[in-house]
């Protein structure tokens, strides 16, 4: 294996978020990597899940994540994979992409695409600030068996994982759970997040944990501020779908054309929205820097009265309605007669539910019966940029002008949101049972990278070049060898027998040092492999050799030797 080729296929182990941005090949291998797993199949058995086959697909996905909620946390800390710093990684990537470019469009080397996160300063919004500008912080994105095994930490009651390893977890669980072709799943990811945008019904967008349907994206609640922010705010970097990917700054695409360009015209009708009495209203909510414009008039007891708008909504925090929707008025009922006064403010904009500006209409339209109405909205600052953005928001895509691969699928618009015939990327299906999506995937390992790419995040040792692995665990495992800085290798090997001797993994698939050191577990050959990392980082070029015969793993150097018991199948190993 060349080196660039043994960089991009060490970095499908450790999966940082740098390495994805760079290797966008690694994104959906990831997804099918969990696929592969037997973790997210054994779901299917828990009682939650009993008789989904007979909900329509809208409930199905709702069924997925709230057992997605209930059972993972998001976690993003310094602590969890350690640390790198920049030059390092410009090094390793100089040979894929410029470094002026990577620092232009990735958080961690200069991006400041998200105002908001570099408004509270990022570096101390995630503790970086008491360290060295030029370190930056091993994001790497968890398999489902890393995010389960948070489980084994404490205070740690349930699993967790970053928005990388959520969006992954989301599209495999879709697939196998809800049953969601792979055709409809695409993932996004920005310099700052990653999400999916699933083609049904409307369309679905997932966020970390929860999901966001269309009516949930203009509700104006702060939930869906948080879920609007990376598309409102980002460039996304990377689209990743079963049949490719298209990425920001690469000219060419491995994604299929037609399934991309479906993407984009369904995220488009998603983000635009008809505005009505309702969707103002959640405009207004959620940006509540303009409340102070206007007011609002009802009739209470056959008698017109107003309030301050921004008084109306603090009313919504104790009543189960919203002033916007079909039972808003008993919100307005619930105000105090204090609150409210026979006469209009002079200072503010009158609006009332039953004015026929409010008639539900497109964007363009609403804006010139608006304007006309209340023309002063002209001047207000940002007002008509904001309200757009809300309603319309056009989402910053790669650009179509890429070089694609050549059609070989077709598209019916029998449904809004079209169905896509199967592809030889998309060669699996959700009614294929495990054993044999692993088949049809090792079938076409040789002819497509992603799937190749999959068995090696998967972790399947016994049928990938272990150089890549090796690499990954002695150049990128910097949590075990923090861990144990301060104890000699004879007390850190006594430590090591003490853990349960078990992999997070099952079958013949292998931990990471990093990952056998967070939830303190490991197979001997992971044991081993994770004092071999703590050697080498203290004893740089002398020699250290792992062998197994049976279940017996021995690990040998310089004057010393020491023993492991491995549960895996791989007699005959020598490193």
Same mark, same amino acid.
């Not at 060490?10 to 690694?26: G, N, Q």
């Not at 970053?162 to 697939?175: D, P, Q």
């Not at 009739?299 to 109306?312: S, V």
């Given at each position: 294996?060349?080196?660039?080729?043994?960089?991009?296929?060490?970095?499908?182990?450790?999966?940082?978020?740098?390495?994805?941005?760079v290797f966008p090949d690694l994104l959906f291998a990831l997804v099918l990597a969990n696929i592969m797993s037997p973790e997210i199949w054994k779901w299917k058995s828990d009682p939650w899940f009993a008789g989904i086959g007979k909900l329509n697909p809208l409930k199905k996905v709702h069924r997925v994540k709230q057992y997605i909620m209930d059972q993972y946390d998001f976690n993003l800390d310094l602590?969890?994979?350690?640390?790198?710093?920049? /030059?390092?990684?410009?090094?390793?990537?100089?040979?894929?992409?410029?470094?002026?470019?990577?620092?232009?469009?990735?958080?961690? $080397?200069?991006?400041?695409?998200?105002?908001?996160?570099?408004?509270? +300063?990022?570096?101390?919004?995630?503790?970086?600030?008491?360290?060295?500008?030029?370190?930056?912080?091993?994001?790497?994105?968890?398999?489902?068996?890393?995010?389960?095994?948070?489980?084994?930490? /404490? +205070?740690?009651?349930?699993?967790?994982?970053?928005?990388?390893?959520?969006?992954?977890?989301?599209?495999?669980?879709?697939?196998?759970?809800?049953?969601?072709?792979?055709?409809?799943?695409?993932?996004?990811?920005?310099?700052?997040?990653? /999400?999916?945008?699933?083609? @049904?019904? +409307?369309?679905?967008?997932?966020?970390?944990?929860?999901?966001?349907?269309?009516?949930?994206?203009?509700?104006?609640?702060?939930?869906?501020?948080?879920?609007?922010?990376?598309?409102?705010?980002?460039?996304?970097?990377?689209?990743? !779908?079963?049949?490719?990917?298209?990425?920001?700054?690469?000219?060419?695409?491995?994604?299929?054309?037609? *399934?991309?360009?479906?993407?984009?015209?369904?995220?488009?009708?998603?983000?635009?929205?008809?505005?009505?009495?309702?969707?103002?209203?959640?405009?207004?909510?959620?940006?509540?820097?303009?409340?102070?414009?206007?007011?609002?008039?009802?009739?209470? /007891?056959?008698?017109?009265?107003?309030?301050?708008?921004?008084?109306?909504?603090?009313?919504?925090?104790? *009543?189960?309605?919203?002033?916007?929707?079909?039972?808003?008025k008993k919100v307005l009922c619930e105000i105090e007669e204090d609150e409210l006064t026979l006469s209009a403010f002079p200072d503010r904009f009158i609006l009332s539910s039953g004015d026929d500006i409010f008639r539900t209409r497109p964007y363009k339209d609403f804006i010139l019966v608006l304007l006309e109405k209340f023309p002063a909205l002209k001047d207000k600052e940002n007002f008509l940029t904001?309200?757009?953005?809300?309603?319309?928001?056009?989402?910053?895509?790669?650009?179509?002008?890429?070089?694609?691969?050549?059609?070989?699928?077709? @598209?019916?618009?029998?449904?809004?949101?079209?169905?896509?015939?199967?592809?030889?990327?998309?060669?699996?299906?959700?009614?294929?049972?495990?054993?044999?999506?692993?088949?049809?995937?090792?079938?076409?390992?040789?002819?497509?990278?992603?799937?190749?790419?999959?068995?090696?995040?998967?972790?399947?040792?016994? *049928?990938?070049?272990?150089?890549?692995?090796?690499?990954?665990?002695?150049?990128?495992?910097?949590?075990?060898?923090? $861990?144990?800085?301060?104890?000699?290798?004879?007390?850190?090997?006594?430590?090591?027998?003490?853990?349960?001797?078990?992999?997070?993994?099952?079958?013949?698939?292998?931990?990471?040092?990093?990952?056998?050191?967070?939830?303190?577990?490991?197979?001997?050959?992971?044991?081993?492999?994770?004092?071999?990392?703590?050697?080498?980082?203290?004893?740089?070029?002398?020699?250290? !050799?792992?062998?197994?015969?049976?279940?017996?793993?021995?690990?040998?150097?310089?004057?010393? *030797?020491?023993?492991?018991?491995?549960?895996?199948?791989?007699?005959?190993?020598?490193?």
């Amino acid at each position: 294996m060349e080196n660039k080729q043994l960089e991009k296929y060490s970095s499908a182990f450790t999966l940082s978020d740098m390495e994805i941005f760079v290797f966008p090949d690694l994104l959906f291998a990831l997804v099918l990597a969990n696929i592969m797993s037997p973790e997210i199949w054994k779901w299917k058995s828990d009682p939650w899940f009993a008789g989904i086959g007979k909900l329509n697909p809208l409930k199905k996905v709702h069924r997925v994540k709230q057992y997605i909620m209930d059972q993972y946390d998001f976690n993003l800390d310094l602590e969890t994979w350690g640390l790198t710093d920049k /030059q390092t990684e410009l090094n390793r990537f100089s040979d894929f992409i410029e470094p002026g470019l990577l620092e232009k469009s990735n958080a961690l $080397f200069g991006y400041q695409g998200d105002k908001y996160y570099f408004d509270i +300063d990022i570096r101390r919004h995630f503790g970086l600030e008491k360290y060295d500008t030029d370190i930056i912080p091993y994001w790497k994105t968890e398999t489902v068996e890393a995010m389960n095994a948070f489980r084994f930490k /404490q +205070d740690h009651p349930v699993g967790a994982g970053e928005c990388v390893s959520l969006a992954c977890l989301y599209a495999a669980a879709l697939f196998i759970v809800a049953e969601i072709p792979l055709e409809k799943i695409f993932m996004m990811g920005t310099p700052l997040h990653s /999400q999916n945008f699933i083609l @049904i019904e +409307d369309g679905i967008l997932t966020n970390n944990r929860r999901i966001v349907t269309k009516t949930m994206w203009v509700n104006g609640t702060e939930l869906s501020a948080l879920a609007r922010r990376a598309l409102e705010n980002e460039q996304v970097t990377i689209v990743a !779908h079963c049949t490719g990917w298209i990425h920001s700054l690469y000219p060419e695409a491995t994604i299929d054309k037609a *399934s991309y360009h479906l993407f984009h015209d369904t995220l488009n009708r998603y983000l635009d929205t008809p505005v009505n009495w309702e969707i103002f209203i959640n405009f207004l909510r959620d940006y509540s820097r303009f409340q102070k414009f206007f007011q609002l008039s009802f009739l209470c /007891q056959g008698t017109e009265k107003f309030i301050r708008l921004e008084r109306a909504f603090g009313y919504e925090h104790s *009543s189960k309605h919203r002033i916007g929707d079909k039972m808003g008025k008993k919100v307005l009922c619930e105000i105090e007669e204090d609150e409210l006064t026979l006469s209009a403010f002079p200072d503010r904009f009158i609006l009332s539910s039953g004015d026929d500006i409010f008639r539900t209409r497109p964007y363009k339209d609403f804006i010139l019966v608006l304007l006309e109405k209340f023309p002063a909205l002209k001047d207000k600052e940002n007002f008509l940029t904001d309200l757009k953005r809300f309603v319309h928001l056009v989402p910053r895509l790669p650009s179509e002008n890429k070089t694609f691969p050549a059609p070989h699928r077709s @598209i019916t618009k029998d449904t809004p949101s079209g169905e896509l015939t199967t592809a030889p990327q998309c060669i699996i299906s959700p009614s294929d049972p495990r054993d044999s999506i692993i088949s049809k995937l090792k079938a076409i390992r040789s002819l497509n990278p992603t799937v190749d790419l999959a068995f090696y995040s998967g972790r399947h040792m016994d *049928s990938c070049d272990w150089k890549p692995f090796l690499k990954a665990a002695f150049e990128r495992n910097p949590v075990s060898i923090e $861990f144990f800085r301060e104890k000699e290798i004879s007390i850190l090997y006594q430590e090591l027998q003490t853990w349960p001797n078990e992999s997070i993994y099952e079958e013949n698939r292998l931990a990471l040092p990093d990952e056998a050191v967070n939830f303190h577990r490991g197979d001997g050959i992971e044991k081993a492999l994770t004092l071999m990392n703590i050697y080498k980082s203290r004893h740089h070029g002398e020699n250290i !050799h792992l062998t197994v015969a049976g279940s017996a793993v021995r690990i040998h150097g310089h004057g010393f *030797s020491y023993e492991f018991t491995t549960g895996k199948s791989y007699d005959g190993l020598k490193i």
